[in-house]
T-cell receptor, first 113, second 116 residues
Framework: DGGITQSPKYLFRKEGQNVTLSCEQN?????MYWYRQDPGQGLRLIYY???????QKGDIAEGYSVSREKKESFPLTVTSAQKNPTAFYLC????????????FGSGTRLTVV | AQKVTQAQTEISVVEKEDVTLDCVYE???????LFWYKQPPSGELVFLIR??????QNEISGRYSWNFQKSTSSFNFTITASQVVDSAVYFC?????????????FGKGTRLSVIA
């Protein structure tokens, strides 16, 4: 079945360490997105990519980095510069025409101690 | 600029009650799309419905119904005879084809708790 896979589901890291969250899709979607969700908060856009080797900053890109070397993959690195990295991270994908909506992954819950 | 407002942050209802989740949007364009997503406790957002701005017919799917009113820029979602499994966070979103391929604009979500 087609879908989006985010791994791992839970991730623990020590403060000051970089960590990379994986997002893979087999839907042949062109665009991919990363969102951050804090308790009781909505979705905040971190980065998005509409085509391979191109990506744009979202509303809260500071302290994060991404790459899009393959159409299927859009990993997110949470760097040590991110002041409050503990959160729930959601990846999504869509056709270039995002008027068909998004397909979301099941999320990664990152805890930094 | 586009904007989606879900004024209800949290709603609690007793099982079998009907509940309506409000969604008000802002856009300057005449062509746009509206969405509702459900986020159960597991975390993944699940697509519920997509509606384009030219289709003002109300939609019913089982216990779910949607009321789209362009005159008030609203796209409200009603759950009839709510069940505990309806407990989730519900997001409304807007897409504007004329704004380039910018990402969907999401509301902040409404957390629905259905109590047995």
């Amino acid at each position: 079945d087609g879908g989006i896979t985010q791994s791992p589901k839970y991730l623990f890291r020590k403060e000051g360490q970089n960590v990379t969250l994986s997002c893979e899709q087999n839907l042949n979607h062109d665009a991919m997105y990363w969102y951050r969700q804090d308790p009781g908060q909505g979705l905040r856009l971190i980065y998005y990519s509409q085509i391979v080797n191109d990506f744009q900053k979202g509303d809260i890109a500071e302290g994060y980095s991404v790459s899009r070397e393959k159409k299927e993959s859009f990993p997110l690195t949470v760097t040590s510069a991110q002041k409050n990295p503990t959160a729930f991270y959601l990846c999504a994908s869509s056709w270039r025409d995002r008027n068909y909506g998004y397909t979301f992954g099941s999320g990664t819950r990152l805890t930094v101690v | 600029a586009q904007k989606v407002t879900q004024a209800q942050t949290e709603i609690s209802v007793v099982e079998k009650e009907d509940v309506t989740l409000d969604c008000v949007y802002e856009t300057r364009d005449t062509t746009y799309y509206l969405f509702w997503y459900k986020q159960p406790p597991s975390g993944e957002l699940v697509f519920l419905i997509r509606r384009n701005s030219f289709d003002e017919q109300n939609e019913i799917s089982g216990r779910y119904s949607w009321n789209f009113q362009k005159s008030t820029s609203s796209f409200n979602f009603t759950i009839t005879a709510s069940q505990v499994v309806d407990s989730a966070v519900y997001f409304c979103a807007l897409s504007d084809p004329n704004s380039g391929n910018t990402p969907l604009v999401f509301g902040k979500g409404t957390r629905l708790s259905v109590i047995a």
